[in-house]
């Protein structure tokens, strides 16, 4: 079985850090584009961040400049580093990736973790 598994949410203060991870596990060839989206209850889930696999990253306008993707190759780990937080970062943060699982595979498959909740409050 393949899945995502995301850590690291929690409550942190406004203006603190946090870092969150996210690492693929089973049995996987390679992993293409990795990225995070965030969602609060009755929004629509928007994209924070992403990175593909030559390490090109694009950010939301929204946390450009206080967050950081970036990705471990060797450990199927994609994180983001989200500094100077803010009481609007707070959501459920999802980790997707397009995964190979096979290098027969022409149509790779997007797969999602089922999110870790960031709460930034004083």
């Known amino acids: 079985q393949v899945q995502l598994v995301e850590s690291g949410g929690g409550l942190v203060q406004p203006g603190g850090s946090l870092r969150l991870s996210c690492a693929a596990s089973?049995?996987?060839?390679?992993?293409?584009?990795m990225g995070w989206y965030r969602q609060v209850p009755g929004i629509h889930r928007e994209l924070v961040a992403s990175?593909?696999?030559?390490?090109?990253?694009n950010y939301a306008d929204s946390v450009k400049g206080r967050c950081t993707i970036s990705r471990d190759n060797g450990k199927n780990t994609a994180y983001l580093q989200m500094d100077s937080l803010k009481p609007e970062d707070t959501a459920v943060y999802y980790c997707?990736?397009?995964?190979?699982?096979?290098?027969?595979?022409?149509?790779?498959?997007?797969?999602w973790g089922k999110g870790t909740t960031v709460t930034v409050s004083s």
């Open positions: 089973g049995s996987i060839f390679s992993i293409s584009a």
């Open positions: 990175i593909n696999s030559g390490g090109g990253t």
């Open positions: 997707n990736a397009i995964l190979i699982l096979t290098p027969q595979d022409e149509r790779p498959t997007l797969y």
